[in-house]
């Protein structure tokens, strides 16, 4: 049977575990496409969106090593909307053509399919009409808001307001085909996952399905 280029967007708020759900979909043998990952390059130090940023903010949101300072961009992008709007204008067509490239070359080094971590899957541009199937990973809001406390030190008010910023659940379910709620232990995750990755290999022609 032929495979055919089978892309999974994997979506879901800040804190919901996407990280650990991509890394056991790659523990399967999916390819993974991190748009997250994309962005930080991008603006990391020497990164190719930088000049951009740079005449379009001010040289004062770099950092001594010439990447993003995310935080003082944080800060001014909730302040100010029209900024948000855009950063994301000039950050995201350079996000999209890097993960297209990245596609392009898990396929041709014969993925059986492509996990694409999106965030803004559902908010930003047009990557859902990119996907095949979009997956979302799902928890009650005030996990989310414990996990994020506790692994980045942000304030609780800081949280709310990247929380808030973002889609709510009810548009993230609007859009997925499926969820996986995370709000148990990890065996339970593994195994929604592997349920999912026998499901996506027989929806990329990789196996005839069970």
Known sequence: ???????????????????????????HGAALVDTDAIAHRLTGSGGAAMPVLRAAFGEDIATTEGALDRVRMRERVFADASLRRQLEDLLHPLIRETAR?????????????????VP?????????SRCDRVLLVDCPVELQRRRVIARSGLSGEQVDRIIAAQATREARRAVAHDVIDNDGDETALAAAVSRLHTRYMALA???KPG
């Open 1 to 27: 049977m032929s495979v055919r280029h089978f892309v999974v967007g994997l979506t879901g708020g800040i804190g919901s575990g996407k990280s650990t759900v991509a890394a056991l979909f790659g523990a």
């Open 101 to 117: 490239r990245q596609i392009d070359a898990a396929f041709a080094a014969g993925a059986p399919y492509v996990v694409l971590a």
């Open 120 to 128: 803004l899957l559902v908010e930003a541009g047009d990557w859902a």
């Open 205 to 207: 022609g990789s196996e």
